[in-house]
Every structure is written in structure tokens, then in C-alpha cells.
């Protein structure tokens, strides 16, 4: 059976020795109090829910499934999936970041951030039904009217409702602009709503009472594409004027898809018939109320995989310990054993160290976007929120594609780590495979991310923000440059900060003369960029440990975080050479293949 123990020493580290979250924190007045203690000690049961209650029931969610039955609609979620979410609403859990306007805690989202990462290592499947939630509830603090946020976000806070996203369509997934659902206005204001959805996670469950449906749909009227479309709250039950449940609305399961992976989560086909909705922000303007779900979703991906490459690792480390074949190539390391503990080996150490080093940069980096979240929205200075708002634009395709690439590869590497015993289904490692696989895919492809990130994010602003990036690499390497112990992190960062500006004048100019340039170079540029800010973020980790180490403190803590930023700079860092090597191979040895692929 696979263990989990929540990484709160490491998320402490992050937050209160890398970032200072609480002296961020101070300049924010509805923050100003909270204190390091305050969310460690918040941290420390979040991770007792994570990994008492749902973690037992990630496997057996996943060998029992969900159930739809055809008569009535329902969606039965599997056993213990309904009794842990319980725990979770009456523990607070569900309210914890919310606004406390509609009944939430009002902590910062860092510790949400936290709370979702060990959620996601117990148990990804179960995670996504609240975890969908955020990301509808977001949408709807941004752009509903007063009426619509008085009326579903206090149950949303509460956990009660539960939220979705219905943007797909069988002919429709990455081109939203070839939406065909139906909008039809009402004398009384409302909409009526026609249409298919497939895909839809969490889309029908018996685990809360209601399920808020966000569902993008078109107007009569609606000019061709994406600007045509509109959003809509749909919800299962109508709501009362009293907040009490209605008639049932016409939006229901039609079907549930058999797939690869997190099978505990229900991804349901969404029949819509004549449901009657009420529209969220303007007309045609849907997709801006979606981007703040979809931004929202897009950091809640990578975190999922961030979850999946820890636990992943975890179990790898434990194993490696224990299994013993063959000797060590330096001579027999247990002399009392018959043979050697596999962790002997170099290979499965760099397998180990790979998942480690992905997990750990991968958790400063949702950790300081989360903090750059909460400034976006809440610091005083509206200068201060804009620039974090841009930053956190940048890095969230980075989030949601680099994380989870190298979720899916950490992962697998830990499969590996158990050889054949990683294949079989009794020690839970080919589960996190299957679960790691479908986040490269949905919220958006990581070819959609890449496109994002170079084509909009970059190349749309001439590098600004980027360059923004690059001035606190900058300020790093000032800081660091002439310190001889930090030479083996700071310079293959300040080499690589300096190639990426002519790397992307480069592909910026390609583009110019032909489009197809930035689609053949974006997928590598994107793990360029991975690595600047990966680079960036283990650089500071490890000025910390050695700070630590240089005042005497002896916590092996701090020498296992320099011996994992070694581990980095030396094993994973170079691939970004190759990666610029073969996007500046350009699109003609794409484009060029017609007879290759004929
Ligand atoms: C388990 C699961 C859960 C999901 N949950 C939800 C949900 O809750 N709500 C929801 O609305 N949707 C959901 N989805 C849908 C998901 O977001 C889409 O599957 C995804 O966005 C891709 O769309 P598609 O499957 O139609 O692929 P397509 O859009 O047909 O893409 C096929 C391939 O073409 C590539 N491609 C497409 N356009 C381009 C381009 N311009 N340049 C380069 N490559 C391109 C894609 O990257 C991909 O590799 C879910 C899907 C799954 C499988």
C-alpha cells in the first residue's frame, strides 16, 4: 500500500525562509495578522484531513469508480467519496481562502494553495470536486451581479454547492469559437439553454447538494467565434428566492466517460434541454468571466500534478530503501544482506532525485505564484496588483505545462523505480501515472499553454514581462556572483538568463516572416522558460540552505536542499541547450513532410 506524509517542513521553508509570505502579507491589511505559526498550525491538520481521510481512498475510488444511474440521472461517487467531503465542508475546509463577505475564513491563498497540493497527493479524483469550485467560485466573485454572488456563493464558500466548467463540446475542445450551445433569451431575463457538453469533471455527483454549472453558450445573435460566446450559471436545482432548492433544471448526465485515469472523478457527457440560466458578466463576453476559471483551473492543474509528483516520490524513496538486488558497483553497502538496497544505485538515485527536484521547484514556484494571486487581488497599491497580475499571467502557462510535464515524467521514473512492481496495480504507482497523464491534456493542451506563453504572453508584449522576470534573476546574480560557493547555481542561470532574450528575438523574428516559426519553437521555449524560473527558485533555495549551514545549523534539511539543487544545476538544467538547439531547427522540417506523412 503507497504512504503520503504531508511535506510541511518543506512547505514551511518555501513560505517563511524563501519567500517571507508573512512580511508580503504585512502590507495587506486583511492579511497583516496573519502570522507563520497561524498557518502552520492550519497547515498541520489540512495535511491530517489530506492524508486520513481521502488518501484511503484514492485507491479503492479508483478500482470502484463512478456510476450513473440511466433512469434517474444521479451519479453515484464511490464509496467513502461522499462521507469524506462531509468531513471536509464541516471541518471549514471549503472556506478557508473565501471571502468572508460570503462566510469564508479570508486566510491568504497560499494556504490554500498548500491545503489543494496535499489534497491532490491523496487523492486527485476526490480533489477535483472541490477543487472546481475555486475556480467557478472565482469567476463568480469577479463578474456576477450582486443577485447571483448573494445567492451562490455563500453555499459555494461553504462547500454545500459545488461548481463546474461546461466549455466542451464533441466537435469543440481547443476551439471554443466552434461552440454551437444555445442561449435564448427570456421575457423574465433569464436564458434558455440548449445543448451537448462532454468532458465535464465533476459534472453530476451525489456529494453536494447542488452543482453550480458555469456554461458557455451562444446568443441568438452572437457574432461568428470566439466572440460570440456567452456564460451562464445553470445550476442542477433551481434556487428559490429564499436560497432554498427548486424544481430540478434541465441539465443532466447523459453518460460517463471510461478513461485512463483519476476514475473516482465523474467526467460526464452534460445533455442541456431547455435549461434556464441566468448570464454572468456581458454579452459575447463570456470567455473574460472564463478566464478567471480557466487562469484559476490552469494553476490548480500544475498543483495536481505537483501533489502527484510527491507522493510519487515518496513512495519511490521508501521503496528504494527497502528493496534489495544486486551490489553496489563500488562494493556490497549492506554486508548483512544477500544483496544491496537499490538506492545504491546511481540510476535510481537520478530517477529519485529527478521526481525530488521537480517536486520541490515545483512547490516554490505555485507557492509564489499563489502569493502573487493574492497581491494581484488584494494589496493596496494598484500598481503593486497590476504587476503581479501580469507576472502571474506569465507564469501561469508555465504552471500548468512545466509542472505537469515533469509530473508525468516524475512520475513514471517512480514506476520505474519499482520495476515490475511498479506495473502491477498493488503498490499504487501505476494509478499515479494514469492520474499525472490526463493533466498535460485538459485546461488546455500543453501545446495550447506553449502557444499561450510564447505567442501571448512573450512575443505579444515584446518580452516586457519576461524582462521583468529576468531583472529579478538579475538582481540574484548581483547579489550572488561574487560568492564562490553560490558560482555552481548562479552561473549557468545568469548564462541562461542572458540567452533567452536572443533566443526569443530570434524566434520573434521567424514569427514575423512566418507564423508557423512560433508553433514548431513553443513547446521546447516553454521548457526553456521552465527552467529559467525552476533555475531561479532553486538558486534561492539553495542561498538559504547555505546560509543556514554557513550560521552553524546542522538540520540535514538544509544539506539534502543543497544536494538537491546540485542535483538540478547539473542533471536537469543542461537539457535547456538542447531544447534551444531544436526549436531553433524551425518549422520547415515540420512543414516541409507532406510526403512523410502522406
Ligand atoms: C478527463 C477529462 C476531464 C475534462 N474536464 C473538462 C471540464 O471540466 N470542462 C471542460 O469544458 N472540458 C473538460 N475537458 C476537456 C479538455 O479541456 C479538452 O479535452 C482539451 O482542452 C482538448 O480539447 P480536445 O480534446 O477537443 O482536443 P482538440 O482540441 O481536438 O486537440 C487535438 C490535438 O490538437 C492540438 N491542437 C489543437 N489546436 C492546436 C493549435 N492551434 N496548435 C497546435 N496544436 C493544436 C491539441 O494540442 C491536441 O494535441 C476534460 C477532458 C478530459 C479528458
Not at 448526465?253 to 431547455?274: P, R, S
Not at 521547484?361 to 494581484?376: F, H, T
Not at 521552465?530 to 554557513?550: D, P
Request: charged fraction near 20%; glycine fraction near 10%.
Amino acid at each position: 500500500m503507497p504512504v503520503y506524509n504531508p511535506p510541511l517542513r518543506d512547505m514551511q521553508f518555501v513560505m517563511h525562509e524563501v519567500l517571507n509570505v508573512s512580511a508580503e502579507f504585512q502590507s495587506m491589511p486583511q492579511h497583516a495578522e496573519v502570522d507563520a505559526e497561524t498557518i502552520n498550525a492550519v497547515l498541520e491538520e489540512a495535511g491530517k484531513f489530506a492524508s486520513q481521510v481521502i488518501f484511503p481512498l484514492n485507491i479503492s475510488g479508483d478500482t470502484e469508480g463512478c456510476t450513473l444511474d440511466k433512469t434517474t440521472h444521479e451519479v453515484k461517487t464511490p464509496t467513502g467519496f461522499k462521507a469524506a467531503y462531509k468531513t471536509y465542508v464541516e471541518g471549514g475546509w471549503a472556506a478557508l481562502s473565501c471571502d468572508p463577505a460570503y462566510g469564508g475564513q479570508g486566510l491568504p491563498l497560499v494556504v490554500n494553495q498548500c491545503l489543494y497540493e496535499m489534497m491532490n497527493s491523496a487523492n486527485q479524483a476526490w480533489t477535483m470536486y472541490p477543487g472546481l469550485t475555486h475556480g467557478a467560485y472565482a469567476a463568480l466573485h469577479t463578474y456576477g451581479t450582486d443577485a447571483q454572488k448573494d445567492t451562490y456563493l455563500p453555499k459555494m464558500t461553504s462547500g454545500e454547492w459545488t461548481g463546474t466548467m461546461c466549455l466542451t463540446e464533441p466537435h469543440c475542445g481547443t476551439d471554443l469559437g466552434l461552440m454551437r450551445t444555445k442561449a435564448e433569451p427570456l421575457a423574465d431575463g433569464t436564458y434558455k439553454i440548449t445543448g451537448n457538453k462532454i468532458f465535464i469533471s465533476a459534472g453530476e455527483h451525489d456529494m453536494a447538494d447542488n452543482i453550480i454549472h458555469l456554461v458557455l453558450a451562444r446568443l441568438p445573435d452572437a457574432p461568428p467565434g470566439i466572440k460570440g460566446v456567452s456564460l451562464f450559471i445553470v445550476p442542477k436545482f433551481h434556487v428559490k428566492a429564499d436560497g432554498s432548492l427548486g424544481e430540478r433544471n434541465g441539465i443532466y448526465c447523459g453518460g460517463l466517460e471510461h478513461k485512463m485515469g483519476i476514475h473516482g472523478n465523474a467526467t460526464a457527457q452534460i445533455v442541456i434541454d431547455g435549461a434556464i440560466g441566468t448570464m454572468v458578466g456581458q454579452p459575447n463576453k463570456g470567455m473574460q468571466a472564463m478566464f478567471v476559471m480557466m487562469n484559476a483551473a490552469r494553476l490548480g492543474v500544475g498543483n495536481q500534478s505537483l501533489g502527484l509528483t510527491e507522493v510519487a516520490y515518496q513512495n519511490a524513496l521508501a521503496y528504494a530503501k527497502d528493496r534489495i538486488q544486486m551490489r553496489s558497483l563500488t562494493g556490497p553497502k549492506a554486508k548483512d544482506k544477500p544483496a544491496d538496497p537499490i538506492i545504491v544505485h546511481p540510476d535510481v538515485r537520478r530517477m529519485l532525485l529527478t521526481a525530488k527536484a521537480y517536486a520541490e521547484g515545483g512547490r516554490a514556484l505555485a507557492i509564489y505564484s499563489s502569493v502573487l494571486l493574492e497581491k494581484a487581488h488584494n494589496h493596496p497599491d494598484e500598481k503593486v496588483r497590476k504587476d503581479s497580475d501580469e507576472m502571474l499571467s506569465l507564469l501561469t502557462p508555465i504552471t500548468k505545462a512545466f509542472l505537469t510535464d515533469n509530473g508525468y515524467n516524475a512520475a513514471t521514473m517512480c514506476q520505474q523505480v519499482f520495476g515490475g512492481h511498479g506495473y502491477i496495480k498493488e503498490w499504487g504507482m501505476e494509478q499515479f501515472v494514469r492520474d499525472a497523464r490526463i493533466n498535460m491534456i485538459y485546461e488546455g493542451t500543453n501545446t495550447i499553454q506553449s502557444l499561450d506563453l510564447l505567442g501571448r504572453k512573450v512575443l505579444g508584449n515584446n518580452g516586457a514581462t519576461l524582462k521583468k522576470f529576468g531583472k529579478l534573476v538579475g538582481a540574484l546574480v548581483m547579489e550572488e556572483g561574487v560568492n564562490e560557493k553560490m558560482a555552481e547555481f548562479i552561473n549557468p542561470l545568469a548564462v541562461l538568463g542572458e540567452q533567452i532574450t536572443k533566443f526569443t528575438t530570434e524566434i520573434g523574428f521567424k514569427g514575423l516572416q512566418n507564423a508557423d516559426e512560433v508553433g514548431a519553437a513553443a513547446v521546447d521555449y516553454l521548457r526553456v522558460a521552465g527552467h529559467l524560473v525552476f533555475g531561479y527558485f532553486w538558486a534561492r533555495m539553495a542561498q538559504v540552505a547555505l546560509r543556514e549551514i554557513a550560521a552553524g545549523n546542522t538540520d540535514p534539511f538544509y544539506v539534502a536542499k543543497l544536494q538537491t539543487a546540485r542535483f538540478y544545476f547539473a542533471k536537469l538544467f543542461p537539457e535547456t541547450a538542447t531544447l534551444m538547439r531544436t526549436a531553433r531547427a524551425g518549422s520547415k522540417v515540420l512543414m516541409d513532410t507532406d510526403a512523410a506523412l502522406a
